[in-house]
């Protein structure tokens, strides 16, 4: 993890390293309204998938792999455990009982503590939406030359300075993780173990002993980074390098991508009038019960 | 050490993506099939269990709610399929060895009706929906073969979410199939609307008839019964606020055209009551000379089914005043079985405040009581908690025992089998302690197959869980 490699893209000769980066990019977008558009644990379970299946034909490194599912695995468990203790709509079934109500001091306190199975399933479907996104960044990361993402960003009339910020972004990912990877060794090669108990106190202690050198490294490095391109004349009188011609076989796959989005989002417009009782039509009756399950 | 951690990364995470995958596409990991020969999971030993399985997630009720989750059993008239539908909108069908064949989701729709058509080829589903159909679904594969609405005629106000819906479905020995539709509107000032229609359909979904021809009926129905020769249509209506209404008498029988009204009866009511409902009744004779009702007052009821009279009335649950509320257990089920009229009781019922616990129970809650059709008791059986559903077999009784709300006592939950008239105990199938909503019996007794939903405790924990269970007689 602590490996710059594992966060920089590399080169490669999948489909998805050659495929144009306005198409990667555009793949994102949609898949990103898509998952927010859609309710249905079924289909987000499906485009999830799809996420993954992407790092598979990209033939992403174990490590990289490695990467991918401790990030799943802390959004999947951590948003399940918050919402299962702290699912607060209603109907909501009691499927454990951490702290009884009775039990003296924070029973009362508390009212008691649950576990409740609707929240576990509220939270993994949020879950499943972070995942995906965080799956599909990560594939436009690890497959995409962060110049070219610049490029296509400003062709597409993407202020520079917004451009710059969100590619300097993506490249001090792996710098902040190599900053990390230096403090913990240096703080190793002192003698220091930061995990060898798990008190709060000790906790917090390693917090500030670690995140303080990281931030200050980070900071210092941002100034560094801040001097450099103002030096260079940040932005003015910048004239993009014009893109190369976008295939065609990807620009029509794109547009029937968009027109896709646009019917789900119709669909999803008429799904929330008929929801809401504002509007419904009979002859709907079939497309309305297939949205049910899968929008 | 590396190796270790990677290795329980990956492990943690497929483990994760698989239980996700499997809950969420309902892939049912907890069905459980039996060895009928070596199994002994009943009471007696004279049933079997050949399947339990899972039928979704639904939403868990306790001992203070009313209404409660609901399934539908039924099983064809061939003995070979179980048609079921579930709280969560699934129509399923299983053979009677315990096999899914096919699996169906109504959608927008709420289920609310099943039944099989006599010649076992098509399974009819009345659903709640902003449409209110009724559909016909194909026994071989669940495709749809037709569907017939009912909003044109109850109307619909989806702003207000009141939809219409087939609630009863019943089928005479042609194929006819005659059904019931309601619409029920709570209006701001807490007054109730109705909107009810009986329809009868062709086979081949065409409508042949409505009754009435043209107008709603003003009054709430939610049950019908017809003779086998399709000449007899009974049902009652119900209003549960006090007013004029059109149809205001307690039970009507129309021709099998569902044109003409035959005849009509009613009953007053019973103090303290202020109206009188036959909620899961009246039940015809398949030769149509008898029918027999229940209200939900405690008073069971035979009329001659040729011209309405009363031939006798028996007051099983007769509402008394103690401790200054009155208290009775409310009538549920009539059934006449040979020549036996049986009615069932539910819970004991504060007429006051039905949330608040009873002092005590009515000794005659809970109960099945057995009349021949002189109107002499033959015999009475107690069970230990509400009877949710009845169904009938070849001089047996099968019965759907749900919560006790004031012993609060889930050890009565189960699926019992009664001899009638003996009213004897043929075999009682426990459930996991979740109260049983629904049951059904194969019309030559060998299978019995009922739902079993979960249920909250007062100290929060769950038991049960809604599920399918399915007997055969050894």
């Known amino acids: 993890m602590y490996n710059r490699d594992v966060w920089e893209a590399t080169p490669g000769e999948t489909l998805l390293h050659n495929t144009d980066v306005r198409t990667k990019i555009l793949i994102l977008l949609v898949l990103a309204v898509t998952i927010l558009l859609v309710d249905s644990p079924r289909s987000l379970f499906l485009l999830f998938c799809l996420s993954l299946s992407l790092h598979v034909a990209a033939r992403s490194s174990f490590e990289r792999w490695q990467v991918l599912m401790v990030f799943v695995l802390f959004g999947i468990w951590g948003s399940m455990t918050s919402q299962a203790l702290f699912y607060a709509r209603e109907p909501r079934t009691v499927i454990a009982c951490l702290l009884p109500p009775g039990t003296p001091g924070l029973g009362a306190l508390t009212g008691g503590v649950y576990i409740y199975r609707e929240g576990l399933e509220y939270g993994a479907i949020q879950a499943l939406r972070s995942g995906t996104m965080l799956a599909l960044g990560l594939l436009l990361n690890w497959t995409t030359d962060p110049r070219q993402i610049l490029r296509s960003l400003l062709g597409w009339k993407l202020p520079y300075e917004l451009g710059f910020m969100l590619i300097t972004g993506l490249r001090f990912l792996p710098v902040i993780f190599q900053e990390t990877a230096v403090v913990l060794v240096a703080q190793r090669l002192r003698g220091y173990e930061p995990l060898r108990t798990f008190w709060p106190r000790r906790l917090l202690q390693t917090a500030r002993q670690t995140l303080f050198p990281i931030l200050a490294r980070t900071l210092r490095r941002a100034a560094t980074l801040a001097a450099s391109v103002e030096s260079r004349g940040f932005g003015r009188g910048l004239i993009p390098p014009p893109l190369p011609q976008w295939p065609r076989g990807e620009s029509w796959f794109c547009r029937s991508l968009i027109i896709a989005l646009a019917g789900v989002i119709f669909l999803k417009v008429m799904d929330s009038l008929q929801f809401n009782g504002l509007f419904y039509l009979p002859a709907w009756r079939g497309i309305y019960d297939v949205m049910k399950v899968w929008l | ?474």
């Open chain 2, 1 to 474: 050490m590396k190796k270790v951690i990677s290795f329980a990364i990956i492990l943690l995470f497929c483990s994760t993506l698989v239980v996700l995958g499997l809950h969420i596409f309902g892939v049912n990991s907890q069905k459980k099939s039996f060895d009928v020969s070596e199994t002994r999971q009943t009471k007696t030993g004279v049933y079997a269990k050949v399947l339990e399985t899972v039928l979704g997630q639904t939403e868990v009720y306790n001992y203070q709610r009313m209404g409660f989750n609901k399934g539908f059993i039924r099983f064809s008239p061939d003995c070979r399929c179980l048609a079921v539908g579930s709280e969560t909108g699934d129509v399923l069908l299983y053979t009677t060895e315990g096999q899914l064949i096919w699996k169906k989701n109504m959608g927008l729709g709420k289920l609310t009706a099943l039944e099989f058509a006599p010649d076992s080829q098509t399974v009819l589903v009345g659903e709640t929906s902003q449409q209110g159909c009724l559909l016909s679904l194909r026994v071989k594969d669940g495709s749809e073969l037709w569907r017939q609405a009912s909003d044109h005629n109850l109307g619909v106000n989806i702003k207000e979410k009141t939809y219409p819906g087939f609630v009863a479905i019943r089928t005479d020995a042609q194929g006819f199939i005659y059904a019931v539709a309601q619409r029920y509107v709570k209006q701001a000032d807490k007054a109730s609307e109705y909107f009810s229609r009986i329809y009868k359909f062709a086979p081949n979904g065409e409508r042949l008839g409505q009754f009435p021809v043209d107008s709603n009926m003003d009054g709430w129905v939610n049950w019908l019964d017809v003779d086998k020769a399709g000449s007899k249509v009974a049902f009652c209506t119900g209003n549960f606020d006090p007013g004029s209404y059109q149809y205001n008498q307690l039970i009507y029988c129309i021709d099998g055209n569902v044109q003409q009204l035959l005849w009509s009866n009613t009953a007053e009511c019973t103090p303290p009551y202020q109206t009188v409902t036959m909620r899961t009744s009246p039940d015809l004779t398949p030769d149509g000379k008898y029918a027999a009702g229940i209200t939900s007052d405690g008073r069971c009821f035979l009329y001659a089914g040729d011209d309405g009279r009363e031939l006798w009335r028996r007051s099983i649950s007769k509402p008394q005043k103690i401790g200054g509320v009155y208290l009775n257990a409310a009538g549920s089920f009539a059934y006449i079985i040979e020549n036996y009229a049986v009615f069932t009781t539910g819970n004991t019922f504060n007429k006051a405040n039905w949330q608040l616990p009873t002092p005590v129970e009515q000794p005659n809650s809970n109960s099945v009581f057995i009349f021949d059709l002189s109107g002499t008791l033959v015999n009475s059986y107690k069970l230990g908690g509400m009877v949710e559903q009845m169904a009938v077999g070849p001089k047996m009784a099968a019965l759907a025992i749900g919560r006790n709300v004031r012993a609060k006592d889930p050890a009565v939950h189960g699926f019992y089998i009664l001899t009638i008239p003996e009213a004897e105990l043929v075999d009682c199938a426990q459930t996991e302690g979740g109260p049983a909503v629904a049951v059904d019996i194969s019309a030559d007794g060998r299978y019995v197959a009922g739902i079993e939903a979960p249920l909250q405790l007062d100290d929060g924990s769950v038991i049960g869980a809604y599920k399918l269970t399915l007997l055969v007689r050894r």
